[in-house]
């Protein structure tokens, strides 16, 4: 069975008629009655009753007409899903991301990305930096939003943005009302902080800005998630240096503040695979980067 005989069929049984169904589709008469009996006869079923007055269709021919509409109408749709596939505008987009992306827009461009195209389906996946490295060599995500490393040659990476490192306080701190704090006066507190094996980048970026301020910190406690930090921090438990889009989670029992010397920063990468060209993952991309521009 073909399209172009469901077509032949659909013209012939909405119009009723050998003659107008010929002239719609464009072919003479004598091909289209060739082709409809042809078809019948590979169905083994007669579809039409013909007479020298009118065409009329038999039962498996009411039956057949319904389905053939359907079949035809997504036969359409996959073109149309193909030619928007082929200029980036459907498909499927999977992304990973570090946790901390869900506080510099990430979200918000996801759901500005899908407005924009809805034939596009993006999937988000969280992962560390290694993890979403690891994922782009196996084709397993098409797009990642990670922190510093070292990547290989099959991967690219591009900075998106940069940020400063907060002070995150627990609110009721003796340093919670100032408005900026002299890392060295946090010397003799409590840390929390990624496990070096969770985050080799952050961990030694929060080490080594603490060096600079004279003093190694003492690390307490060690959590995976930023949030999870954060909330050790409100229970209390410890302080922490977090990047600034985590300021975006404060709440009651916490505070963030500036720095008042403040050597590196928290830089965010976009991973994509060496030689990368779907249209989708650079649009996506476009988007990540005015949100994060504008926040």
């Keep these: 069975m073909e399209l172009k005989q469901l077509r032949y069929f659909v013209a012939v049984?909405?119009?009723?008629?050998?003659?107008?169904?010929?002239?719609r589709l464009f072919i003479s008469q004598p091909a289209l009655s060739f082709d409809i009996r042809k078809?019948?006869?590979?169905?083994?079923?007669?579809?039409?009753?013909r007479t020298n007055k009118a065409v009329a269709l038999t039962n498996a021919g009411y039956v057949l007409l319904e389905e053939a509409r359907r079949l035809l109408e997504q036969a359409d749709e996959v073109r149309r899903i193909a030619a928007r596939s082929a200029h980036g505008l459907a498909g499927r987009l999977r992304i990973g991301f570090v946790n901390s992306m869900l506080y510099r827009g990430l979200p918000e461009a996801v759901r500005r990305f899908e407005a924009d195209h809805p034939a596009v389906e993006v999937v988000l996946r969280e992962m560390n930096t290694i993890?979403?490295?690891?994922?782009?060599q196996r084709l397993q995500i098409d797009l990642g939003f990670a922190h510093w490393g070292r990547f290989p040659a099959e991967v690219q990476s591009k900075p998106l943005f940069s940020e400063p490192f907060l002070c995150c306080l627990p609110a009721g701190h003796r340093f919670a009302r100032r408005k900026r704090i002299e890392l060295a006066t946090l010397a003799r507190e409590p840390?929390?902080?990624?496990?070096?094996?969770?985050?080799?980048?952050?961990?030694?970026?929060?080490i080594a800005t603490c060096v600079e301020a004279g003093f190694s910190p003492q690390i307490r406690h060690e959590a995976r998630l930023w949030q999870t930090v954060v909330t050790m921090v409100e229970f209390g438990m410890g302080i922490a240096l977090v990047p600034a889009a985590l300021g975006n989670m404060a709440g009651e029992?916490?505070?963030?503040?500036?720095?008042?010397?403040?050597?590196y920063e928290s830089?965010?990468?976009?991973?994509?695979?060496t030689g990368e060209t779907n249209a989708i993952v650079q649009g996506f991309s476009e988007y990540l980067a005015v949100?994060?521009?504008?926040?």
Excluded: K, M
């Excluded at 049984?13 to 002239?23: Q, T, V, Y």
């Excluded at 993890?131 to 782009?136: C, F, S, T, Y």
């Design 39 to 49: 078809f019948e006869e590979q169905l083994g079923v007669q579809l039409l009753e």
């Design 291 to 295: 949100q994060g521009s504008g926040g």
């Design 253 to 263: 029992r916490a505070v963030f503040r500036p720095l008042a010397s403040n050597p």
């Design 267 to 273: 830089q965010v990468l976009r991973l994509l695979r």
């Design 191 to 206: 840390f929390i902080l990624f496990p070096r094996s969770v985050s080799p980048h952050y961990h030694d970026q929060i």
């Design 13 to 23: 049984a909405e119009e009723l008629h050998f003659g107008r169904a010929a002239r």
């Design 131 to 136: 993890e979403q490295v690891h994922a782009l």
